[in-house]
């Protein structure tokens, strides 16, 4: 009886997360034009909407770059557009500022709208995100979800990679207010490969 409800809970806990990412089509798409006469005015916007999720809008000499975070994810949806406004590439990353890694399918498109590739980011990983999730539940390592947001502390990092055709994670935390504990694991199997400590000053 223990063991069927250890079973119900984790793959109820595994549905939960997957409930909280968001979905991304391969559908072609243009830029909404409300928000393209914003960004052109203003270059760069950031902005909670009405359901507190995240918003920043980045126009550059060729591209317009659209990261949505919603609330309740450990995700952000990145799409870039042409500055006609037409899709290039969308896709998924974790909700940091900075990308650590793809995540799920990502798709590609041509000038006419056509897809014309798509790429798997989750392929070489047996050991899943959701895998690493219960890991850092079990060491009390916190993962947040919603928007993160630049100068707000120090948060948990969750990289990825493969190397000489071997997958692994890297997950850095803050084990102690003055260290950073970095833990390596195997991307198949979720062995820990490593441990490391460095010290940490919070400037």
């Not at 406004?85 to 041509?110: A, H, R, V």
Request: charged residues 25%; aromatic residues 12%; contains cysteine.
């Amino acid at each position: 009886i223990i063991l069927i409800w250890l079973s119900i809970t984790i793959a109820c806990q595994s549905q939960n997360i997957k409930n909280m990412t968001p979905t991304v089509d391969n559908q072609f798409e243009t830029f909404d034009k409300v928000l393209r006469e914003r960004i052109e005015v203003k270059n760069h916007i950031s902005e909670y909407d009405s359901d507190n999720n995240y918003i920043e809008l980045l126009l550059s000499t060729k591209l317009i770059t659209n990261r949505f975070t919603p609330k309740d994810s450990y995700f952000q949806i990145i799409k870039v557009y042409n500055r006609n406004g037409k899709i290039i590439t969308k896709g998924l990353t974790l909700n940091l500022p900075w990308s650590t890694f793809n995540k799920g399918i990502w798709y590609e498109f041509n000038e006419n709208g056509k897809l014309i590739k798509e790429t798997n980011y989750d392929e070489p990983y047996k050991f899943t995100f959701e895998d690493i999730l219960q890991f850092c539940k079990k060491e009390n390592i916190e993962v947040k979800k919603g928007p993160i947001l630049q100068s707000t502390g120090y948060h948990t990092t969750i990289r990825r990679d493969v190397e000489n055709g071997k997958p692994w994670w890297e997950i850095r935390w803050l084990k102690t207010p003055d260290t950073i504990e970095t833990i390596k694991l195997d991307g198949e199997t979720g062995k820990v490969l490593s441990r490391t400590e460095q010290h940490y000053t919070n400037n």
